[in-house]
């Protein structure tokens, strides 16, 4: 089936350092979708991208869909305390599918 | 914005008896609501997709007897685990995607609102 590879698995940065992660795919998608999940809640979306090679902006977050529809980069600037959590990446093709899930801490 | 809920948001029940998850979207109209699993540390597995008024599809290895879906009106949508084991225990997460109000532009994705989730302990 389908499966996404998402990477690093967790990071631990300092505040105000900048963060990249990516996913890559065997399968191509036709949207890719940012996400971020903090402790006992639900996922909540950060990011869409519709189009290979689209490159979008949300504040402090950029993500950028890959030419080939095969993966996607999300960077977070300037991190703080906040942006603690776990970032997925999904790709939407008739359903989401969605990454192993980067897990994000920031030291103050 | 859009908002889904989910009742109840803890449950606690020894292995053998069912469970009853109910999934909500509280300001909008939602042809389509999705289950998912997710075990600690792990990511979101799709468990079944729930339209309205139509038998749920489900996954590839997922239980349709086991994990009941009734998708009856259009903001309502329950999981109901049956005869439960402490394999169960996990977190199970509902989405939901609104009516189309038309067609979608190019480029355009009908989003999934996500709810809070429900943690099931089987013991």
């Known amino acids: 089936g389908q499966q996404l590879n998402q990477s690093p698995q967790s990071m631990f940065i300092q505040e105000g350092e900048d963060v990249s992660m990516n996913c890559t795919s065997s399968?191509?998608?036709?949207?890719w979708l940012w996400y971020k999940q903090e402790p006992g809640e639900g996922p909540v979306l950060l990011i869409a991208?519709?189009?290979?090679?689209e490159l979008t902006s949300n504040g402090r977050l950029t993500a950028q869909f890959g030419i080939t529809r095969k993966d996607s980069f999300l960077n977070i600037s300037a991190s703080i305390p906040s942006d603690v959590g776990i970032y997925f990446c999904?790709?939407?093709?008739?359903?989401?599918?969605f990454g192993q899930g980067t897990t994000l801490q920031v030291k103050p | 914005g859009a908002v889904v809920s989910q009742h109840p948001s803890r449950v606690i029940c020894k292995s053998g008896t069912s469970v009853k998850i109910e999934c909500r979207s509280l300001?909008?109209?939602?042809?389509?609501m999705f289950w998912y699993r997710q075990f600690p540390k792990q990511s979101l597995m799709l468990m079944a997709t729930?339209?309205?008024?139509?038998?749920?599809?489900?996954e590839q290895g997922v239980e349709k007897d086991k994990f009941l879906i009734n998708h009856a009106s259009l903001t309502l949508s329950t999981l109901t685990v049956t005869s439960a084991h402490p394999e169960d225990s996990s977190f199970y997460i509902c989405?939901?995607?609104?009516?189309?109000?038309?067609?979608?532009?190019?480029?355009?994705?009908?989003?999934?609102?996500f709810g809070p989730g429900t943690r099931l302990t089987v013991l």
């Open positions: 989405s939901a995607r609104e009516v189309s109000k038309g067609t979608l532009g190019p480029g355009l994705y009908n989003e999934q609102f």
């Open positions: 399968s191509i998608f036709n949207t």
């Open positions: 991208l519709y189009k290979a090679g």
């Open positions: 999904a790709g939407q093709s008739g359903k989401l599918i």
């Open positions: 300001d909008f109209q939602a042809t389509t």
């Open positions: 729930s339209n309205e008024g139509s038998k749920a599809t489900y």
